[in-house]
């Protein structure tokens, strides 16, 4: 069973950088679809980003151009780079692995203007 830790969420500035890490314990990882969601106060979650085993990614209209997801197979780690970050991207981040369907505790990420 894969389990999964957010982490890297923060207090960031518009405009400014900030990178998620989601580190995944259990031997099926990289065979694993990882992806990241997000749910913003009062908001339904949404999809964000995710990476297929074979480094495929796919990503949201809305973070598209700024945020860039990766994985490391080797540290067992996904990686979610995010840009000119911007007040509405404020959500709490969490990672998921597709199959099987496992989620993270997730890592808040606030920014300000």
């Known amino acids: 069973q894969v389990q999964l830790v957010e982490s890297g969420g923060g207090l960031v500035q518009a405009g400014g950088s900030l990178r998620l890490s989601c580190a995944a314990s259990?031997?099926?990882?990289?065979?694993?679809?990882i992806g990241w969601f997000r749910q913003a106060p009062g908001k339904q979650r949404e999809f964000v980003a995710d990476?297929?085993?074979?480094?495929?990614?796919n990503y949201a209209d809305s973070v598209k151009g700024r945020f860039t997801i990766s994985r490391d197979n080797a540290k067992n780690t996904v990686y979610l780079q995010m840009n000119s970050l911007r007040p509405d991207d404020t959500a709490v981040y969490y990672c998921r692995s597709y199959g099987p369907n496992v989620w993270g505790q997730g890592t808040l990420v606030t920014v300000y203007s």
């Open positions: 990476v297929s085993s074979s480094g495929y990614t």
């Open positions: 259990g031997s099926t990882f990289s065979d694993n679809r």
